[in-house]
């Protein structure tokens, strides 16, 4: 029997699955490694901000999937992988050998462009608290933390006298998440309440970058029309909270980090061939360049 192991649930995955469940290899034990039975589609995730769709809206159940397929499922994190020793190792000291491999982790919120140390910044735990030492950074990704984080978030903001957002990052993930955020947040409050406001942080020229003038403008109009305040600055993490490429200390209660993608560190230091950034090299059939019996995607 040859060894399958799938890391992540991602839409790669979903693809292995769907094939597997049309058509099993009878000589193929697989096993599916994934943190949580959901898989989170982060197009989706403004629209639940905003409250146009529930948490069960923007998630598939992997565990059917899997059955279907017949692949075990094991709600695991990966923390290490050893592509010469062809092994998987999880948080909790599991190892799992294997003969084929397929990666779909998906990435981390790139918050260390946020300097010069992110990890000095306190993370969300629960917005909630009545806590006013600095503010809270909540990345978006993992998506499943974000979502379950996000109506706390929103319950804090709602019963506190002032509550200022900061979303981090001009991307158009960036941008949508201000406008969500924005609607989410005063749609709830309602006119009595004020104190709610939504602030984006991103310098000028990284504005939607890549896109079309034109559209650039209705943007800004639309964020204009949101009561949204663009800061046109870089700005890092210190104690008292975000610091302005200025000077200024800019005060806000929740921080909110669209600030691209990163490669999961574990990568990097697993044997396969990575780019300097940490992303797996992968050939035209997404094969490993250093391990053609990796694939990876996403």
């Not at 974000?146 to 509550?163: D, H």
């Not at 921080?255 to 697993?270: C, D, K, M, N």
Request: hydrophobic residues 50%; aromatic residues 6%.
């Amino acid at each position: 029997m040859k060894k399958l192991v799938l890391v992540g649930g991602g839409h790669a995955q979903l693809a292995v699955l769907q094939a597997l469940a049309r058509q099993r290899a009878a000589d193929i034990d697989a096993v599916l490694v994934t943190p949580s039975p959901w898989q989170y589609y982060s197009g989706m995730l403004p629209g639940f901000i905003a409250g146009h769709y529930a948490e069960a809206d923007c998630r598939i159940d992997l565990r059917p999937l899997a059955k279907a397929a017949g692949v075990r499922l094991l709600l695991g994190r990966v923390d290490a992988l050893l592509a010469d020793a062809r092994q998987v190792c999880l948080a909790d000291g599991t190892r799992l050998d294997y003969d084929l491999l397929s990666l779909d982790p998906g990435s981390a919120t790139a918050i260390d462009a946020l300097e010069p140390s992110a990890a000095e910044f306190p993370l969300v735990d629960s917005p909630l608290t009545d806590s006013r030492a600095g503010a809270r950074l909540l990345p978006v990704k993992p998506l499943a933390d974000f979502f379950a984080l996000w109506p706390r978030l929103q319950a804090r903001a709602l019963v506190a006298p002032t509550y200022h957002l900061c979303v981090v990052g001009g991307g158009a993930a960036g941008v949508e998440l201000a406008l969500a955020a924005a609607h989410a947040l005063k749609a709830a409050a309602g006119p009595g309440h004020a104190g709610v406001r939504v602030s984006l942080l991103a310098p000028v020229a990284a504005l939607l970058p890549g896109h079309a003038q034109g559209v650039r403008k209705r943007v800004m109009n639309r964020i204009a029309d949101s009561a949204i305040v663009v800061v046109a600055q870089r700005a890092h993490f210190g104690a008292e909270g975000l610091r302005l490429a200025d000077g200024r200390l800019y005060a806000a209660d929740c921080v909110i980090a669209a600030t691209g993608a990163r490669a999961l560190p574990w990568l990097a230091h697993s044997g396969l061939a990575c780019s300097r950034e940490g992303w797996v090299e992968v050939g035209d059939t997404h094969q490993s360049l250093s391990h053609p019996e990796v694939f990876a995607a996403g």
